[in-house]
């Protein structure tokens, strides 16, 4: 009896899941927030900026995102170009999960005033470059305008970066919030 009745509980939960509006409803976004964090033992807080590209598989929403953060970190004090590239499935709503690649430019912040815009680019001289992989988790609340060719999303997540170097800080766990530009078609300029 007990087994029926948790099946039945997970069928019907399972089809409201899956009958759910999504909350995206245009293909190109770009997306501009603010990052806070850890990083190992310091705290790293910074912004971030994302352009992505959702796709529809029957009833589920998948993205594709490329972000960039700028993260400025305690102890010591340093500052790290997050650059991710993750794959995203939306399950209910605007809640998603994704996975995917990571790479890190990290240099120590006086060198970085030295040449900002050379340790920005990742060319610096005395940048360290770490690569590893990115797990995140978030929502995307619902848009306004509606039914316009663009929306504003608010944004919330929460990001892991685990970096595979082992002489290095790991991993950087950032709760990120902001504002995704949706638009239906690519803008023109």
Not at 23 to 39: D, F, P, Q, T
Not at 65 to 74: A, L, M
């Amino acid at each position: 009896m007990k087994k029926s009745i948790v099946v039945i509980v997970i069928s019907v939960f399972a089809y409201n899941v899956s009958a759910q509006e999504l909350n995206n409803h245009h293909r190109i976004y770009l997306e501009i927030g603010y990052s806070g964090g850890i990083y190992h033992s310091a705290f790293a807080g910074g912004v971030h900026g994302a352009v992505g590209a959702f796709f529809r598989t029957g009833r589920k929403q998948s993205a594709v995102d490329f972000r960039v953060k700028e993260v400025y970190i305690t102890s010591p004090q340093r500052e790290a170009g997050a650059i991710t590239v993750t794959y995203r499935l939306f399950l209910v709503k605007g809640f998603y999960l994704g996975a995917g690649f990571a790479h890190n430019h990290e240099i120590a912040l006086d060198n970085y005033i030295e040449d900002p815009l050379g340790s920005s680019m990742g060319n610096g001289k005395y940048i360290i470059h770490r690569t590893g992989v990115a797990f995140e988790t978030g929502y995307d609340f619902k848009p306004f305008p509606r039914n316009k060719g663009y929306a504003i999303y608010p944004v919330t997540g929460l990001s892991c970066s685990y970096l595979l170097n082992d002489k290095e800080p790991n991993p950087l766990v950032m709760l990120n919030i902001g504002f995704r530009f949706g638009f239906k078609k690519m803008p023109t300029i």
